[in-house]
C-alpha cells in the first residue's frame, strides 16, 4: 500500500468467550483461523489476519485476547489521577507503562495496545449474556482509546437471547451504530452491513470498504456458479456409468457388478461432496449423512441401503419398489430381448433389479449379447437432492459454525422436482451415440441455476 492509502487496521475486542474468533473465521472465509473452544482466554496473543483486495493487501484484522477483569481495570484506570481527566489515550498509555500492565492486566494490556495502533474496532458481544456492569466497565475503557467502536452482536439466532436490552444498553452509552451478526449462522446481506456499519464508524475507510463488499458478493456468485457446474459434471458422471455383464452371467457375477457400480457411484458422490466443501472453504468433516460414522472421518453413507431405498420408494413417486430391494438403485438394461424375457432374467437373478428399458435398434445391436447395469432414476434424484441442500446450507453457513452439516435421508428431490433433469441426462442415460457431454453439463448447469434461484 502507498503512503496515500494506508492499509486499514482493525481490532477485535471483547469478553472472553464472546466470540471474536468465531467472527473473524466468518470474515475471512476460514474454519482454520485461530482456536474456538468454550474455555476461557483461548485466544492468548494477538492473532494477525491480513485481507487482500486485487493482489493487494487492504487491511487486517487483529484478533485480540478476551477480557476478563474489565471492572477491576475501571477501577484501576480512576486511580491515575485528574491528569488524564480529558485525554483517555494518554491515561490508557499512562497505564501500560505501569508494572500491573505485565502482571495481573497482562490480558487487557495486549488488548489496549492493539486497539491504540488501530484505526477502529469491533466490540463483539455474546447477546445471550445479561448485560452486566462488568460488561460496561469495559466499554468505558475502551472508548478511552480513542478509537471507533462497533458493537457487533454475535448468535442472535439463540433462543431466548437478550438481542433488545444490549441494544439499550449501547444507546445509553452513546453507541447507535450496531450490528447483529450471528457468526454461526450469518444472516442473508450481514457481511456487506457489517462492512457498511464499519464505514459509518470509519467514513475515510469508506471507498475502500465498498470495493470490499463489491468483491466478496463477485466471489460469493462465482463460488456458487462453479460449485452447481461441479455438480452437473458429476451428475452427468454417474447418469453415464455402465457395466456390462454377459447374458448368461450368473446370480453372483451380477451381484458383484451391481455392488462395484453402487461404489463407483458412492465414491463420485463423496469426490463430490469434498470439492464442495473445499470451495466454500470447509474442512472435509464438515457435511456427513444421518447415518454415516462420524468418527470414522469416511463420508460414507449407505446410498444403496434397503431403508433408505424403502424411503425413496414411499416418499419421492418413484413408483412402487422403485429404488427398493428389487432396484438395489442400478438399472439392467436388456438389448435384443423382450421385455418378459428381461423380466424373468431379472427374477432369475435373485429379484434385485427393477427397470427394463427399451433401445433403438443401433443400441440393441451394439449390446446383443449382453447386459448393462446403469444407475437409475431414483438414484440420481437422491443425489441430486442432497448436493443442492449441501450447496444450499454451504452458501449460508459461517465458518464459526463447528457441527457438520447433516444431510437427511429426506434432503431429495421428487419424481416431479427431478423430471426436468432426467430429461436433460436422457441422452447419457440412454448411452446415445454422438452426444455432446459438455453442452448437456452446462445446460444442466444452467437449469440447476434456475431451479436454486427460485428457492432463495
Known sequence: MSHS??????????????????????????????????????TRNVLEQGVSLDTAQIMSFYDTPGLESGSDLYAELDQLGEQYRHDGPAQ???????????????????????LLQSDAAFYVIDCRDPVLPKYQDELHVLARCGKPLLPVLNFTAAHGNRERDWQQALAKLNLHAVVAFDTVTPPEGGERQLLQSLAVVLPSAQPKL??????????REQRRQRALQAIAEMLTDV??????????????????????????????????????????????????????????????????????????????????????????????????????????????????????????????????????????PATLATIAGRQLYLLEQLSQRGHAATDAVAIAKEHRLSRDGFRNIEKILAPVMQDQPDLDKQKIIQELAKYLRELTDNKR
Open 92 to 114: 490508557i498509555r499512562a497505564f501500560l507503562a505501569q508494572p500491573e500492565a505485565e502482571t495481573i492486566f497482562a490480558q487487557e494490556a495486549k488488548v489496549m495496545r492493539q
Open 239 to 376: 447418469a453415464g456409468m455402465r457395466h456390462r455383464v454377459p447374458l448368461d452371467a450368473n446370480e453372483d457375477v451380477l451381484e458383484r457388478e451391481v455392488a462395484a457400480l453402487q461404489d463407483r457411484v458412492r465414491r463420485r458422490e463423496h469426490e463430490a461432496v469434498q470439492d464442495l466443501l473445499a470451495r466454500f472453504a470447509f474442512l472435509p468433516n464438515d457435511a456427513v449423512f444421518e447415518l454415516v460414522d462420524i468418527g470414522s472421518g469416511q463420508w460414507h453413507d449407505d446410498l444403496f441401503a434397503s431403508d433408505t431405498l424403502k424411503v425413496w420408494s414411499k416418499d419421492t413417486g418413484f413408483g412402487v419398489g422403485a429404488g427398493a430391494a428389487a432396484g438395489a438403485g442400478i438399472d439392467l438394461m436388456v438389448g435384443g430381448m423382450s421385455l418378459g424375457l428381461a423380466a424373468a432374467l431379472g427374477a432369475a437373478a435373485g429379484g434385485l433389479y427393477q427397470s427394463w428399458r427399451h433401445f433403438g435398434e443401433k443400441l440393441k445391436q451394439r449390446i446383443q449379447g449382453e447386459r448393462e447395469l446403469g444407475v437409475d
Open 210 to 219: 465498498e470495493k470490499l463488499i463489491a468483491h466478496r458478493y463477485r466471489e
Open 5 to 42: 492509502d494506508p492499509m486499514l487496521k482493525i481490532a477485535v475486542v471483547g469478553h472472553t468467550n464472546a466470540g471474536k474468533t468465531s467472527l473473524l473465521r466468518t470474515l475471512l472465509q476460514s474454519r482454520e483461523f485461530g482456536e474456538v473452544d468454550q474455555r476461557p482466554s483461548t
